[in-house]
Nanobody, 127 residues
Framework: EFQLVESGGGSVQTGGSLRLSCVAS???????MAWFREVPGTEREGVAA???????NYADSLKGRFTISKENAKDTLYLQMNNVKPEDTAIYYC??????????????????????WGQGTQVTVSS
């Protein structure tokens, strides 16, 4: 069964850094891959997306602090989080879909309804 497994979450102080990883269980040629985050009781928020050609898109509020990347040889998606803030505290999920990223839709959770989601990894930022 295909799976996405996130890791790298944890507790960090304000201003610190974390790198999240999302490993796919097999060698698949996905189109659009993304990171989302969710605070319980709120809507899942798109963080960053990367297309198969390496083009990226970020939530406006996170540009400059977060970087999405992927390593095809390791079937791994990354999210480098720098200068983290307490408001970054959330469960972070990776998601993939077969098609290419569609401008304006790659950071919407519904876009990945026919794709796959990981189980999430908790990030907690303390002040």
């Amino acid at each position: 069964e295909f799976q996405l497994v996130e890791s790298g979450g944890g507790s960090v102080q304000t201003g610190g850094s974390l790198r999240l990883s999302c490993v796919a269980s097999g060698d698949y040629n996905f189109g659009c891959m993304a990171w989302f985050r969710e605070v319980p009781g709120t809507e899942r928020e798109g963080v960053a997306a990367i297309d198969s050609d390496g083009s990226t898109n970020y939530a406006d509020s996170l540009k400059g602090r977060f970087t999405i990347s992927k390593e095809n040889a390791k079937d791994t998606l990354y999210l480098q989080m720098n200068n983290v803030k307490p408001e970054d505290t959330a469960i972070y999920y990776c998601a993939v879909e077969w098609g290419h990223c569609s401008s304006g839709y790659e950071l919407k959770a519904d876009t990945y309804a026919q794709g796959y989601w990981g189980q999430g990894t908790q990030v907690t930022v303390s002040s």
